[in-house]
């Protein structure tokens, strides 16, 4: 998967919007105003993604490409480099990790008004 394919997958998600609240550089994706993925357009090698703090620690041991996210918090947010053992499948099914872990947060009336957000949880 190269970035625009990743771009194209998050916004595939139900709900899914970009912005570039961080300036030129940084290509945001957010479900319901909540940021899931972070694209930095100056590398694009790289992406950030949210993750359940204890899954966090066990991707990063089994995977390189895997870091805690530089300027994000840590605990929550890993940052991935393109290439090595990251298959297209598994790049999937960390953003719809994140994409949960979002969604799961949202106010009950959202996702009341929105079951769509739950067809992917």
């Known amino acids: 998967m190269n970035i625009e394919e990743i771009r194209e997958y998050?916004?595939?998600?139900?709900m899914s919007t970009e912005d570039m609240p961080f300036?030129?550089?940084?290509?945001?994706l957010r479900v319901c105003g909540k940021?899931?993925?972070c694209?930095?357009?100056?590398?694009?090698?790289?992406?950030?993604?949210?993750?359940d703090p204890d899954y966090?620690?066990?991707?990063?041991?089994?995977?390189p490409e895997i870091e805690p996210a530089w300027?994000?918090?840590k605990r929550h947010w890993n940052q991935h480099?393109?290439?090595?053992?990251?298959?297209s499948e598994l790049i999937k099914s960390?953003?719809?990790?994140?994409y949960t872990m979002v969604v799961k947060k949202l106010p009950r009336k959202i996702k009341d008004e929105y079951p769509e957000l739950t067809e992917i949880v």
């Open 10 to 14: 998050c916004l595939s998600l139900p």
């Open 23 to 28: 300036g030129d550089e940084y290509l945001v």
């Open 35 to 37: 940021i899931f993925a």
């Open 39 to 51: 694209i930095g357009l100056d590398r694009p090698d790289y992406f950030v993604l949210k993750c």
């Open 56 to 63: 966090a620690i066990e991707l990063r041991d089994s995977y």
């Open 71 to 73: 300027h994000w918090n």
């Open 81 to 87: 480099r393109l290439g090595g053992e990251l298959s």
């Open 94 to 98: 960390l953003i719809r990790h994140s």
